[in-house]
């Protein structure tokens, strides 16, 4: 890479689902290394993936980001110098590419069916053989696929991976890895409505946006090679490539939602501050030094080198973040935590949507308090609580119940109330329950108590991150019953 290139980063998360806090852990990196080096810190979206994009993740990603302290340079929102930054307003520049890689002999069209796949597919599994495309179209003389791809014949656009040696990924904190071409997929590209697939998109965008250094998880590592011949194909200057170590959960297998909370705005609703979350991310994957763990992200900023980045699995220890919080908190001065309390839960907002709930529940104020501690609370206890399961319904299947509501409540972003009661009253009616008993394990689970304000503006009121966190808590204890 040129000693003179500008240092540009970036970040491109897809708008599928909930703020990850994987993003913010790769972001900090971007951000980190942006501003010790004086360079440029974008963020791209990635929403090729049509059916599962949409508008509110991305307003939620932006927001979350923002949230944890991390802004860009150019974005979507703010614009800047090579945009658009959506993928799904750069189709046709996706195609362009495509075709010229097809022209350099570098891609092919493919014209095989879904049925011939699905048959080659199943019988490599047959035959203990991993899956993987035989290459038959690239077989296809170039006029004769040119002939059929004018002729308007369904089709998707293949990289052409050379069937002999090794591709070669210079990575700045592994070193070389070599990857035999041999195992490498002649990755679709381009498919047959036109819209790019990762691959292409993220090669095609890294370039025009002259990313100088891409910055990514571990679990990407494996896709590199396919990168590397793409950059190849075009005849363009790789970037510098560097593949973080992954975030694991105590057991070691990768973080994920169903064994801790993954959302960024989970741990804004529970009270962790920025700095904190910042500060926490930044040990994951980097070392200040001698045994210092308390830090400024602008103190990073200014020590940083990748020399100091371990490749171990770092573990997210929430006992940990809740320690560095604490003492993020002890550094405040009163004044202070009262505005951070007030920015959380304790301003007049908040309090406002929850005086409704509780107003015809309490007779003297010293109630209030009392009535709304699971309002306030992250994880709950239920060692107190009443019985989770119905008494006609055994551990298990309360479990299961309790899993197929957290589904609806996953796919409910707005949690609207009437939204909610069809929805699981639906569910109650397909799986043989009463709604009232399915309707009280929900209360019990999301409040420790039989008694509460309305079931839906309940769970409103607690927040979405909080609510899927309980329920996937009484789901785990009722399953060790």
């Known amino acids: 890479m040129s000693e003179k290139r500008e240092v540009r980063v970036r970040v491109a998360p897809s708008p599928t689902g909930d703020p990850h806090v994987g993003t913010a852990y790769v972001a900090l990196f971007d951000y980190v290394f942006a501003r010790h080096c004086g360079g440029k810190f974008v ?5 090729t993936d049509r059916a599962r994009s949409t508008p509110e993740s991305e307003e939620a990603i932006l927001r979350a980001l923002r949230w944890v ?15 658009p930054y959506r993928q799904s307003e750069r189709a046709e520049i996706y195609r362009e590419h495509a075709f010229e890689l097809v022209r350099r002999g570098h891609a092919y069209p493919c014209f095989c069916t879904p049925e011939r796949l699905a048959e080659l597919r199943a019988a490599q599994i047959k035959a203990k053989e991993d899956p993987s495309y035989d290459s038959l179209c690239r077989r296809l003389p170039p006029e004769e696929a040119e002939r059929r791809a004018q002729a308007g014949e369904c089709h998707v656009v293949r990289l052409n991976v050379p069937d002999e040696g090794e591709t070669v990924v210079h990575d700045r904190l592994r070193g070389d890895v070599a990857f035999r071409n041999a195992l490498i997929d002649d990755q679709i590209l381009l498919k047959s409505d036109g819209f790019p697939t990762y691959h292409l998109a ?21 896709s590199t090679p396919k990168h590397v011949l793409l950059y190849q194909g075009f005849g363009w200057e790789l970037p510098e490539w560097l593949h973080l170590p992954l975030l694991r959960n105590p057991d070691g297998s990768k973080i994920s939602k169903r064994k801790q909370p993954v959302s960024i705005d989970y741990y804004r609703d529970i009270g962790i501050l920025p700095e904190a979350l910042r500060n926490f991310l930044a040990l994951m994957g980097w070392s200040f030094g001698g045994d210092r763990e308390k830090f400024s992200t602008e103190e990073m900023i ?35 935590l009262l505005a951070r309390l007030r920015e959380w839960r304790l301003g007049d907002d908040f309090l406002l949507r929850l005086i409704p709930l509780v107003r015809e529940r309490i007779r003297r104020l010293d109630e209030f308090v009392p009535a709304t501690t699971f309002f306030f609370a992250g994880d709950l206890d239920y060692a107190e609580a009443p019985p989770l399961a119905p008494k006609n319904q055994t551990p298990a299947e309360a479990a299961k119940m309790l899993t197929a509501a957290l589904e609806i409540l996953d796919a409910e972003r707005d949690m609207d109330a009437d939204a909610l009661d069809a929805r699981l009253r639906t569910l109650a009616d397909e799986k043989g329950w009463k709604a009232r008993e399915l309707f009280m394990m929900l209360r019990i689970a999301i409040t420790g108590r039989t008694v509460s304000p309305p079931l839906f503006e309940t769970l409103r009121a607690v927040g979405r991150e909080i609510t899927r966190r309980r329920l996937r808590q009484a789901a785990a204890l009722l399953k060790g019953s």
């Open 302 to 336: 200014e020590a940083f080198s990748w020399d100091r980045v371990t490749l171990g699995a770092p573990v997210f220890d929430m006992e940990k973040l809740a320690w560095l919080n604490g003492a993020y908190i002890r550094d405040l001065s009163p004044a202070e």
């Open 43 to 47: 963020l791209r979206i990635e929403d």
């Open 69 to 83: 302290g991390l802004e860009w340079d150019e974005g979507p929102d703010v614009g800047g110098p090579y945009g």
């Open 202 to 222: 993220n090669v095609v965008d890294d370039h025009l946006m002259r990313i100088s250094h891409v910055i990514r998880a571990e679990e990407w590592l494996s």
